[in-house]
């Protein structure tokens, strides 16, 4: 019925109407049943409009709002993608994707490092659901889904989305989900020679770093640089090391900074 109003009000140019309907849609929760279920791909699609028909209404405060939210429901869409990709890779006993974006490659649990948490059928089958429900709010995104998960890159995007993160250091938090996305890179595949390792770990800053730039803060190019060349000298390994070395380092750099890594985030 909704979607029938938004046709008839932009048939007749009222479009100031037409966006806030279009941003109730949006905004809707999900009912019992397939009937009132409201999927993601709808919201992020309904939001759109909203701010296409606010544009053409001129109320820039109005566009402003809108596209912001159409942005916060883009990142639960994303999670929501990859928990559901990391399921299905369980449900047919495949390695799943942990953290990574498109440059992400597949590995077994032990890839994910211990600060990847919240693996296993029943947490992802409970985050789905409550990811599906109603739209969530940044922090809430951040801190219950994308950190605990370890959807890194996620993170990093929130981040700069936001303007910076709460309470702390914020250029540390971002340092340590550098840390946590370049080992999760780097440890993708532990059958790869050292030269292809590196080389997952440089596609992974690739990936990443192009929807960063030129932000300074989310994108601290000098200490990536220096964590790709500890990884190329093979330095980037420490206490409890043994052949390669990455599960020892991996677990030492994620538990060192774990608390850093959970910071709120604050929406801009």
Known sequence: ????????????????????????LGCRRSGPGADLSVSLDSRVAAMQSAVLHARSAGASALVSRLDSDAKVFGFQDAIVKRLQERQRNQDGGAGWRVGGGAGAMEGGPEAAGPAATGGTALELERALAELSGAPLDLSELYNAYAQPFGLWDICLQM????????????????????????????GSCRTASPIGRLERACDAVSNLGSSLYPDSLTLPLMHIAWRL??????????????????????????????????ELIVQA
Not at 253 to 260: F, H, I, L, Q, S
């Open 1 to 24: 019925m909704l979607e029938l109003l938004c046709s008839m009000l932009v048939r007749k140019g009222r479009f100031l109407d037409a966006a806030l309907v279009y941003g109730a």
């Open 229 to 262: 060349e500890s990884l190329a000298a093979g330095l980037w390994k420490r206490r409890g090391s043994n052949g390669d070395g990455n599960a020892a380092a991996t677990a030492t750099a994620m538990g060192e900074a774990a608390d850093r890594s959970s």
């Open 159 to 186: 981040i700069r989305f936001a303007g910076g993160c709460g309470n702390g250091d914020p250029p540390a938090v971002v340092r340590t989900l550098w840390d946590h996305e370049l080992l999760r890179a780097h």
